[in-house]
């Protein structure tokens, strides 16, 4: 009956240095993992629209209107 993996369970999570968009965790929803917010605004991947936030969706990232809910 293991009971010592606590320490496991708090390793560090630092997969974030790929992002170059300057996401403000504040202002995303960590319960959201699928969506990304983008200060400066980002083209969506099927109308071409900028937005700051998008949604990803069937490996694209797609403004609100583009997503399939
Ligand atoms: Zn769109």
Redesign the pocket.
């Known amino acids: 009956m293991p009971e010592d993996r606590s320490l496991d369970e708090f390793a560090p999570v630092d997969e974030n240095a790929d992002s170059d968009d300057a996401a403000d965790p504040a202002a995303v929803d960590p319960a959201v993992a699928t969506s990304t917010w983008h200060a400066d605004g980002a083209a969506?991947d099927?109308?071409?629209?900028p937005?700051e936030r998008r949604w990803r969706d069937e490996g694209d990232f797609?403004?609100a209107?583009?997503a399939s809910w």
């Not at 099927?46 to 629209?49: H, I, K, L």
């Open positions: 969506c099927r109308c071409g629209e937005v797609v403004c209107d583009c």
